[in-house]
């Protein structure tokens, strides 16, 4: 008996001709309903939406940092591109957090992932995995994220990256994919620290420098020891020309801290570069956030401000994000990058007033309907939000 859509498309022209091959393509296509299901599954070994880790080894970085190495729970790991990062999650005396760490290792190899963790001075994540993960623990994360990698479609060939501190560890795995699977690329690393003792992966690097044309090394200390012959200050104009001579064929990648980041950013507007030719990682907001430019006059980031969220009143931080506010009361949100950019953790703004800090990347949609991103708001009056 034909169904009605079969009988609706027997009065239409040429109906009777759509029928019969509709019956033809029964008779010898392949059945699609085996194919169920397929799609899904296909996008969740890419890109799932949970990874189950297993913590296989932790190794000593500096004296301040640790290599963690973390396998999967379940035998698979996707795919990702060399400067991505994963977001991990934590639950701390009850209260359910995450920090985006970059994928140190390389991505030709996927036996396991390698995050370096460096201690934050009152850090919340970092000195719970650095004073209490041990092997064989499990962990959860999101799959790798992030815009911080090479396109060969947009990128010069030759590389520049400016690192500061634990930023870097993307560089880390960009370098070792770039060397190990002889990819045709000049790279030159201008990576700059207080100590070598805080330089993570220093020698790997001194290394590379000895043994590959393509890649030069230049380490840069601000507080040199007795001894020291390198190059001393900070990764400023004078420094980058010295080291990269022609800048017109570069692509700079810059990460580490936000001052140090946003130093870097306007010297090389200073040499002329322009920001096609200039990718950033962020690493959170600056924890001082009070002396930001912008920041309203008279406070201190100590004061306390209460935070609306339906029915519930809770306290916040003026100098704490309005994401640490709610995970610290234990109201989840959404959240990936914590630096501004994914936008995961928006939130609408009803009623108050918040500083935003800088880098954060709002859409013109959100700015129109009073959202915000709540990694990088902070309360400077009572606030009323929607989550």
């Known amino acids: 008996m034909a169904n009605i859509k079969e009988t609706l498309l027997s009065t239409l022209r040429n109906g009777k001709e759509v029928l019969a091959d509709i019956t033809s393509t029964r008779r010898n296509a392949n059945d699609i309903t085996v194919e169920r299901g397929r799609v899904d599954s296909t996008i969740n070994q890419l890109h799932p939406h949970r990874l189950d880790l297993v913590v ?7 004296k ?24 991990v999650y934590v639950e701390i005396d009850g209260v359910l957090t995450s920090r985006p760490y970059s994928l140190s290792s390389s991505p030709r190899q996927r036996a396991y992932y390698e995050i370096t963790v460096q201690r934050v001075k009152n850090g919340f994540v970092s000195n719970y995995l650095l004073d209490n993960l041990k092997v064989g ?28 501190g634990s930023g870097v560890t993307p560089f880390l795995s960009m370098t070792r994919e770039i060397l190990e699977a002889g990819l045709d690329r000049e790279v030159v690393l201008m990576y700059g620290f207080r100590s070598t003792e805080l330089a993570i992966a220093h020698n790997e690097f001194v290394e590379f420098d000895k043994n590959y044309k393509n890649f030069t090394y230049v380490p840069v ?17 004078n420094l980058i020309k010295e080291v990269v001579g022609d800048t017109d064929n570069c692509t700079f ?34 924890q001082d956030i009070w002396n930001e430019a912008g920041w309203p006059e008279g406070l201190t980031g100590k004061e306390v401000f ?14 704490e994000s309005l994401l640490t506010a709610l995970e610290r009361n234990k109201l989840r949100v959404n959240v990936c990058c914590r630096s501004g950019e994914c936008s995961l953790c928006r939130v609408k703004l009803v009623s108050g007033k918040v500083f935003t800090a800088r880098g954060a990347l709002m859409r013109f949609a959100d700015e129109k309907f009073g959202y915000i991103h709540s990694c990088k708001t902070f309360p400077v009056s009572d606030v009323e939000i929607i989550l």
């Open 306 to 319: 209460n935070l609306k969220v339906g029915d519930i009143v809770v306290p916040a931080v003026s100098g």
């Open 64 to 87: 301040d940092a640790k290599v963690i190495r973390l396998a999967s729970a379940n035998g698979y790991l996707p795919p990702f591109e060399a400067g991505q990062y994963i977001n």
């Open 56 to 62: 296989q080894s932790i190794e000593p970085a500096t």
């Open 221 to 237: 200390i601000s507080e040199p020891q007795q001894g020291w012959k390198g190059k001393i200050g900070f990764l400023d104009r």
């Open 137 to 164: 623990d499990r962990l959860s994360a999101k799959s790798p994220h992030g815009v911080f990698h090479y396109n060969p479609v947009f990128h010069q060939h030759k590389i520049v990256m400016l690192a500061g």
């Open 253 to 286: 990648y810059v990460c580490g801290p936000e001052v140090m980041n946003e130093f870097c950013l306007k010297e090389l507007h200073e040499m002329g570069i322009p920001t096609k030719r200039i990718r950033r990682e962020l690493f959170g907001t600056r």
